[in-house]
């Protein structure tokens, strides 16, 4: 992590009947907190499991993390059927792919069998019932004990590339998850250079300096 300074992460306080409780908030550009380990449903298994950022570390993955508020919902099963769509090819490029609700394990697997969206998704279920990790993700709405629709990529030495947050109502789109991943992919391999709005793989990039002051424009042509 030497392209990294490790700084403290923000802090936030809920209240818990009569005492405040203190939570870490992971931080865009930082390592994010330990979690410990989460409960899993594995729709390609149809078993149990258990997954950990310690883990995809050691394995030097890209983590995608997809916060969304319940089962047997509305808009989650075409979330979850849209990014199955594009499971394959975030595998391919190195990251692996964990939705997470306040749901218990058990529930995610009744309803990945339950609902017919959900038939292509293969991607692993996380289980969040307390709420320990969609608080440290700043996405717990401690009114409905459910989370807000959060993306968060995840670079392979644990630091929090990118995150995306929606409220109840308006769903996510895979496509711009692919095309994120594929810019954070790049300027990890490429620090000196930056990605432009709109860019897709094999597009022109930016390296930063007095020249391009004021002269992006050129830069891009």
Same mark, same amino acid.
């Given at each position: ?7 403290? %992460? ?9 005492? /405040? ?10 390592? #994010?907190? +330990? ?8 729709? !390609?298994?149809?078993?149990?499991? !258990?997954?950990s950022?310690? $883990? ?28 199955a ?13 964990? +939705? ?38 700043? #996405? /717990? ?17 644990? #630091? ?15 496509? $711009?998850?692919?095309? !994120?991943?594929?810019?954070?992919? /790049?300027?990890s391999?490429?620090?000196? $250079? ?18 391009? %002051?004021?002269? %992006? ?5």
């Open positions: 992590m030497s392209d990294f300074e490790i700084r403290p %992460v923000k802090r936030r306080y809920f209240m818990c009947e009569e005492s /405040y409780e203190e939570f870490e908030i992971a931080a865009v550009g930082k390592p #994010v907190p +330990s979690f410990g380990e989460i409960n899993t449903y594995d729709p !390609k298994t149809h078993g149990f499991g !258990k997954f950022l310690e $883990e995809a570390k050691k394995n030097k993955k890209w983590t995608i993390l997809v916060f969304y508020p319940a089962d047997y919902t509305f808009v989650c099963p075409t979330e979850l059927a849209d990014y769509e594009k499971q394959d090819e975030l595998e391919k490029m190195g990251a692996q792919l964990v +939705s997470i609700s306040t749901d218990t394990h058990f529930v995610h697997m009744a309803w990945q069998r339950d609902e017919k969206l959900l038939e292509k998704v293969k991607f692993i279920m996380g289980a969040d019932p307390t709420g320990k990790v969609s608080r440290l993700f700043d #996405v /717990y709405d401690e009114e409905s004990g459910l989370a807000l629709r959060g993306t968060f990529i995840i670079n392979p030495e644990g #630091v929090l590339a990118a995150s995306e947050v929606n409220f109840y109502n308006v769903g996510r789109n895979a496509d $711009e998850l692919v095309r !994120k991943m594929e810019a954070n992919i /790049y300027v391999a490429h620090p000196d $250079e930056v990605c432009p709005a709109k860019w897709h793989k094999g597009g022109k990039t930016i390296k930063p300096g007095p020249s391009v %002051v004021g002269k %992006v424009y050129e830069a891009l042509k």
